[in-house]
């Protein structure tokens, strides 16, 4: 559990019972499967559960929640003298300077790219792959921008990449690394994971594998804007800057999604209600500086903005100025009711204990998951995949009595069973990332269909379905 100081919501000013709506509705939602949670006032822990089998040591992949933690690393750099913000981009690639001759690219500032404002109007990453596969910051800026740098915005993945690989450039560290004394090591942070590219670049976009308590750390640093524990860490002139609009915008058809419509700081969103960092799929470290409050969230869904609308319409009615009195029974349901969080396992009859089968995929290739070639199913519902020639021996199904939780050699969770007399159901969730890997066999065949419920956005074999080992 969190090391951060804890206290019951009514000595905060918190209605639970606002809490326990937003629970009600993240639960009866079936497009929304909510992971964790952790909520912030006056910087104490009011309220902190996980959806077993989702547990509060486990990293969980916080897709482009990763670009909140480059920022900072970039604002360490920038307090350091190591980079300037003002300075033009190409000056920390001069190996790329006979190449990059249009005069946009070449006006593109670091504060351009730290803000999604390189000029461009649309994501680059496949364009800037195709042009450069092995150096994305090359092809990213051999693709001359569509506007004038600082006029426009486009969220875009090559621009967050170019401002991590310039901090790992004039450091010589790893982002993870650079952070660690600076970051990491000072707000209690334990081991991250963070996926590297082909150039060997923490990718900085995207990859960070960190527990939702981090998460939180790292929303409680900024609402204190960059002092932690009595010590300043960031400047607040940077915390400032990075959570205000630099720039504005309304992309067309994004109705429906007002909070990805109120401007972009340095990395940061801002919202209708406080600024966040968020990644796909429903990561969140939302801050209300307003409210004194932080939310850290993991989850699996599509519905990033109505996890916000919810927020908005439970937990902000339940932030008042003064303590609560009489309200101890209400925050021992709350407590009661988050330690007993879980996720259903999928439905199913037990496996019987002597059956034995292997599948292969239906129509000769699983489309979702390619490098996957065989599911066997040994005696007492035992589950293997062969994927990519590894053989990921998960474990049996939970079958009625629920999940099975395996470590090795990647972190899932094994659920399923009979659906009827000719279909069996694996739900396998990777613990270390938002997704759900459904398998479906037929006995009659013996053939197998395999369909992420979510599409990860890191392809390639199951093995890599974790968080890196080995990072700081």
């Not at 982002?175 to 990718?203: A, H, M, N, Q």
């Not at 969103?269 to 004194?292: I, K, N, S, T």
């Not at 009195?325 to 330690?339: H, N, Q, V």
Request: hydrophobic share 40%.
């Amino acid at each position: 559990m969190s090391s951060l100081p804890t206290s019951t919501p009514a000595a905060q000013g918190v209605d639970a019972a606002g809490i326990q709506a937003f629970l009600d509705a993240l639960e009866s939602d079936p497009r929304i499967e909510p992971h964790s949670l952790m909520l912030l006032r006056h910087g104490q822990v009011v309220a902190s559960g996980w959806w077993a089998p989702y547990a509060p040591e486990r990293p969980h992949l916080l897709y482009s929640l990763s670009k909140s933690f480059t920022a900072t690393a970039a604002g360490f750099a920038v307090a350091e003298g190591v980079i300037g913000l003002d300075d033009p981009v190409i000056s920390y690639f001069p190996e790329f300077e006979a190449d990059i001759t249009d005069p946009r690219s070449r006006a593109m500032l670091v504060r351009h790219v730290a803000s999604m404002a390189s000029g461009h109007l649309e994501e680059t990453y496949d364009r800037a792959r195709a042009l450069d596969q092995e150096e994305p910051v090359r092809g990213f800026l051999l693709l001359p921008p569509d506007r004038a740098p600082g006029t426009v915005f486009a969220y875009n993945q090559p621009a967050t990449y170019t401002l991590a690989a310039i901090v790992q450039r004039v450091t010589g560290q790893s982002l993870s690394e650079y952070l660690r004394p600076r970051l990491l090591d000072p707000l209690g942070i334990g081991e991250v994971g963070w996926i590297r590219g082909r150039t060997g670049r923490e990718l900085g976009f995207s990859g960070l594998h960190a527990t939702t308590d981090a998460i939180a750390r790292l929303g409680l640093l900024y609402l204190r804007g960059g002092v932690w524990e009595g010590e300043r860490l960031l400047p607040e002139w940077w915390v400032t800057e990075a959570t205000r609009a630099q720039i504005s915008h309304s992309q067309a058809g994004e109705d429906g999604w007002s909070d990805w419509q109120q401007g972009y700081g340095f990395q940061f969103w801002m919202a209708r209600h406080g600024y966040r960092g968020d990644g796909a799929y429903g990561q969140f470290c939302v801050v209300l500086p307003e409210q004194d409050v932080v939310l850290a969230m993991t989850s699996e869904t599509v519905e990033m903005q109505k996890v916000l609308d919810l927020a908005w319409e439970h937990l902000l009615p339940a932030f008042g100025p003064d303590p609560l009195p009489g309200r101890e029974e209400a925050d021992a349901d709350l407590a009661d009711r988050l330690s007993r969080l879980a996720l259903p396992p999928a439905e199913g009859k037990p496996y019987p204990p002597d059956l034995a089968a292997a599948y292969t995929p239906y129509g000769g290739a699983c489309a979702d998951q390619p490098t996957l070639t065989a599911v066997e199913v040994g005696p007492g519902g035992r589950v293997t995949l062969v994927d990519d020639g590894d053989r990921l021996e998960l474990g049996p199904m939970g079958g009625e009595a629920g999940w099975t939780v395996v470590e090795e050699p990647v972190p899932v969770a094994v659920a399923g069973g009979w659906t009827d007399a000719e279909t069996l159901v694996v739900d396998v969730a990777f613990l270390e990332t938002p997704h759900h890997l459904l398998v479906t066999c037929s006995p009659a065949d013996r053939t197998f269909t395999a369909r992420w419920r979510t599409q990860p956005l890191h392809v390639g074999p199951l093995r890599r379905m974790r968080a890196p080992r080995g990072s700081v």
